[in-house]
């Protein structure tokens, strides 16, 4: 299916249809979106993605791989080795390249009851981690990589898809127990070694269902600090958000109301860890202290 009609699956609000003939591609496709529905030949098609050689002499000599998008090649080829991180990045760039009725923001976000809780922070400060931590521990996950929230209701649209990790925390995660199922471990990419997890199956089942935001949180994971958690100010937030939120120039003014009905709805803190143990039952507190 994947090298002759392709491979339809969700992708948050939308459908994309994966081609490659790239055997090692289908076993972690296989792996890692083992519980998705495969969607029907008559479903729409959103996006189309297709996973090839650049050209004859790379497909047996340094052999490379390209990612194609509706006809545009967005990045320069990488090792075949190289793959499937270089398809989950294609399909992050897809989403919030396009998700223009939503405020597409670089940041996890995880489920309780119906709300949710919101990690956004720069590449390297642990929110994959933090986030695969978390629904380790019982929440749902939504998404790692891009937080959706609709423009229309300020709901958060779910993108459930693996949880990529970098380099020291595939052991980290690898370490919370036999449970979690990590893909092959993708070394010597641009970002280091990159490991994906699969997510859980309750998440998969449950991908449909939106949540409000309720606690907005900015991590930073760093080696022996003492916890330190503080109250982050609604005004400093804001701005804080709009370096994270990948289309507000796009959007502007109607981007500039929802993040600021966003902020309004939630409470927000900046969280310094080490470990774990100091920054779960920090977060527990905190949500259990929201509105």
Not at 72 to 78: G, S, T
Not at 164 to 186: F, H, T
Request: aromatic fraction near 8%.
């Amino acid at each position: 299916m994947l090298s002759e009609t392709g491979l339809l699956i969700p992708c948050g609000p939308f459908c994309v249809r994966i081609r490659s003939r790239l055997p090692g591609l289908a076993k972690e496709l296989r792996l890692l979106y083992r519980d998705f529905p495969v969607l029907g030949e008559d479903t729409f098609v959103d996006f189309e993605v297709q996973l090839r050689s650049p050209n004859l002499l790379r497909k047996f000599f340094r052999p490379q791989i390209s990612l194609d998008c509706d006809g545009r090649i967005p990045f320069k080829p990488l090792p075949l080795t190289q793959a499937f991180p270089m398809l989950e990045w294609g399909l992050n760039w897809v989403i919030s390249s396009h998700a223009h009725d939503h405020l597409a923001i670089h940041g996890a976000v995880v489920e309780r009851n119906g709300q949710c809780l919101i990690l956004a922070a720069d590449p390297g400060s642990g929110k994959s981690t933090l986030c695969a931590a978390l629904v380790h521990d019982g929440w749902r996950l939504l998404s790692d990589e891009l937080t959706l929230v609709r423009l229309e209701d300020g709901l958060v649209q779910p993108i459930v898809r693996p949880i990529s990790l970098k380099n020291q925390s595939i052991g980290v995660v690898r370490a919370l127990g036999n449970e979690i199922v990590l893909g092959k471990v993708c070394h010597d990419t641009a970002k280091g070694s990159i490991a994906h997890v699969r997510p859980p199956l309750q998440s998969v089942l449950s991908m449909e269902q939106r949540a409000l935001p309720t606690l907005l949180v900015f991590p930073r994971y760093r080696n022996g600090a003492s916890l330190h958690s503080v109250p982050e100010g609604k005004a400093q937030a804001l701005l804080e958000m709009t370096r994270h939120t990948f289309n507000f120039p796009v959007l502007a003014g109607a981007g500039f109301e929802a993040l600021g009905r966003l902020i309004d709805q939630v409470r927000a803190y900046r969280i310094e860890y080490s470990s774990f143990d100091q920054v779960i039952p920090e977060i527990d507190r905190l949500w259990l202290n929201s509105p």
